[in-house]
């Protein structure tokens, strides 16, 4: 399967600054990725769809102005949390869709955030 | 919406059998299986399409009811390293890729 990579893999920070997280695919070229964050002992909430040359997709109650999505080139797509809060401390996963049909997922290792 | 996943826990010893079960309210293209150990990404097991077509590794199967909306995931002759938290994703239509995740089935599996 194809590889994605994500930087960095744990981070943390105080409450007010901004964190950027990187999602790479190493292998393929994606023109579309998909952000994931999961809390503890929860399951894998999509937050938006980053899309390579226009602007990222959001899902309902995910705050576009917090989380900032980039997707730089058909290789990178990047996360940024502004003004991270204790609540906002989960695992960011990211990943790129395979083929059709199969629209396999091709899920990066995933950032553990942690906010002092 | 999530689609509905059970049972919400298994245990099991090894070589034994175990189902996993995954049920949407809504007409699907693709149902996704995975497997995730704790603090690592979604391991990759079952793809099932609208249609019957399906895609996974040998050792797993799965089916795929387009009637009822209903998936299954048939875990066989169990080992230790089956241990885990299973999700089902779901996709509507060619959404590429865009997944809606159960809440997880956890497996446990004792020697």
């Known amino acids: 399967g194809a590889v994605v990579s994500q930087h960095p893999s744990r981070v943390i920070c105080k409450s007010g600054t901004s964190v950027k997280i990187e999602c790479r695919s190493l292998d393929f070229q994606a023109t579309t990725m998909f952000w994931y964050r999961q809390f503890p002992k929860q399951s894998l909430m999509l937050m938006a769809t980053s899309n390579e040359g226009s602007k990222a997709t959001y899902e309902q109650g995910v705050e576009k102005d917090k989380f900032l999505i980039n997707h730089a080139s058909l290789t990178l797509s990047t996360l940024t949390v502004t003004s991270a809060h204790p609540e906002d401390s989960s695992f960011y996963i990211c990943?790129?869709?395979?083929?059709?049909?199969?629209?396999?997922?091709?899920f990066g290792p995933g950032t553990r955030l942690t906010v002092l | 919406q999530q689609p509905v996943q059970s049972p919400q826990a298994v245990i099991l010893r090894e070589g034994e059998d175990a189902v996993i079960n995954c049920s949407s309210s809504?007409?699907?293209?693709?149902v996704h299986w995975y497997r995730q150990k704790h603090g690592e990404a979604p391991v990759f097991l079952m793809i099932l399409l609208k249609g019957g077509e399906q895609k996974g590794h040998e050792k797993i199967s799965a089916s795929f009811n387009e009637k009822k909306q209903q998936s299954s995931l048939y875990l066989t002759a169990s080992q230790l390293s089956y241990s885990g938290t299973y999700f089902c994703?779901?996709?509507?239509?060619?959404?590429?890729?865009?997944?809606?995740f159960g809440q997880g089935t956890i497996l446990t599996v004792h020697p």
């Open positions: 990943s790129g869709p395979g083929e059709l049909p199969w629209n396999e997922q091709f």
């Open positions: 809504k007409a699907l293209y693709s």
């Open positions: 994703g779901t996709a509507i239509g060619t959404s590429y890729g865009k997944l809606t």
